[in-house]
């Protein structure tokens, strides 16, 4: 990221009045090897072909910042395969992980697991030496790496048994639950200081964890907000962003964004924009908001400008937001497409 780019994210992290609305992106496997015609597994293991994908993206949208920008992401299976999850890589498309186990009666096998070590388990190791080598490449360049990443405490669980049966366990063994998640998010902040013990530029954290999303407002309190609260209080860095696009609770995680410490949210498309500037409060930015599946991905460059315009003119500021997808960039989202939700920004920027 250009030291420009990050201080625009830094301002608008603050909610400040820029004057302007900029434009962001959470990209990671499922769309750029697609986007750049190259095969997934070689994107996951070849540094060439992983610096010339962000070398094309970076040329094809020089206005829109990637956040978290050089994200060295093995599809989400860095977290999970430390834990002994079996990774299924494939040629054209990211990679799945197989459940440790697959009945929330058997939750109790998961409590006997060691919390992972990043410098030695599964892929994150691998990672870690591709944050130090690319680290290298980067010296004496305008780029730096300011942003770490990690998939969330409830995300990681979901993947070591399955979403409904991990919903299942919250309410049938609560006091597993709680163990469980007291190590996945252990996991979470090692794995964050981890990278940044290796990159000296990274000054925030991006975690992603969409199933907080499908739990009522008593659940979140109880089974995520003091878990994402502690890994995010673990880091006293400048920005702090939050992924969840579920919107199965809708507005319910909202109030208690702020208190997490999180700055900049990216939340689902399906969120009336002004509502969630209303439950987030005035020291949230918002990061989106734009449908990036029927819309950015499937529809064409007139509804997606229109779209666009839309939803600037609904939110009627240049304050607190930077607009983007309503969720990561999704499979097939074309050049066309997201440029003309770039054009259509710079229209009613122009238009103020």
Known sequence: MKDSQWKTILAASQCQELGYVPTGMIVDSPWMP??????????????????????????????????????????????????????????????????????????????????????????????????KNLQKKLVGTDEKIRIVASRGPLNIATFLMSVPEFLMAIKDYDEEAHRLLDMTTELVIRWLKAQMDVLPDAEGILVLDDICGFLS??????????????IYDSFPVPVKLFHNDNFGNQYTTFPYIADLGVNIFNFSYQADIQ????????????????????????????????????????????????????????????????QAMLQAVHTWNESR
């Open 275 to 338: 509502t969630a500037r209303k439950e987030l409060g005035d020291h949230v930015c918002i990061f989106g908001n734009i449908a990036p599946l029927d819309i950015l991905t499937r529809s064409d460059p007139t509804t997606i400008q229109t779209e666009t315009l839309r939803i600037l003119d609904t939110y009627n500021s240049t304050k607190g937001i930077i607009f983007s997808a309503g969720g990561g960039a999704s499979p097939g989202m074309s050049k066309d497409n997201c």
């Open 217 to 230: 407002k008593d659940d979140y309190l109880e089974f995520a907000h003091p878990y994402l609260k502690r």
């Open 34 to 131: 697609g986007y750049c015609q190259v095969s997934t597994i070689d994107y996951y293991t070849d540094p060439t072909v992983w610096m010339n994908c962000y070398n094309t993206i970076k040329s094809d949208f020089p206005d829109l910042i990637f956040l978290p920008d050089f994200w060295v992401e093995m599809g989400m299976a860095a977290e999970p395969s430390s834990f002994g999850c079996k990774p299924v890589f494939y040629h054209n498309q990211p990679v799945m992980i197989r459940h440790l186990i697959e009945d929330a009666d058997e939750i109790n096998t998961l409590l006997d697991l060691e919390i992972p070590d990043p410098q030695k388990d599964g892929l994150m190791p691998l990672a870690i030496n591709y944050y």
